[in-house]
């Protein structure tokens, strides 16, 4: 999940990002659902972060996504108080099917 271009403090907030975010699924796990993080997309100096989730089962999946819609600012205060990033960007999440993640 680097970009070619990016600097070095770019790349290592993108990873402590993933990290954070990771954490926060946990934490706020549903019942029943696996859910993993396929790519984060950050542009250098995006205001925006797009992060890309595959869940299991995919029946679960409208619920998941109506879930994680509802979480995106409680996501971008958590990795605020759990990391040591300046800027923290909006966190917007997406589901993506796993036949298409392949």
Known sequence: MEYKDG????????????K???DFILENKMTGVLTTIIDIRFPPRG???????S???????AGVEKWFKRKEKICRSYI???????????????????????
């Not at 600097?7 to 990002?17: K, P, Q």
């Open 80 to 102: 605020m108080s759990h990391s040591k990033i300046r800027r923290v960007p909006k966190i917007i999440f997406h589901i993506k099917d796993m036949n298409l993640a392949r």
């Open 7 to 18: 600097s070095f403090r770019h790349n290592r907030s993108l990873s402590i990002m993933e």
């Open 55 to 61: 869940v299991f089962p995919e029946k679960n999946k």
């Open 47 to 53: 205001e925006t972060a797009n992060v890309y989730l």
């Open 20 to 22: 954070v975010i990771n």
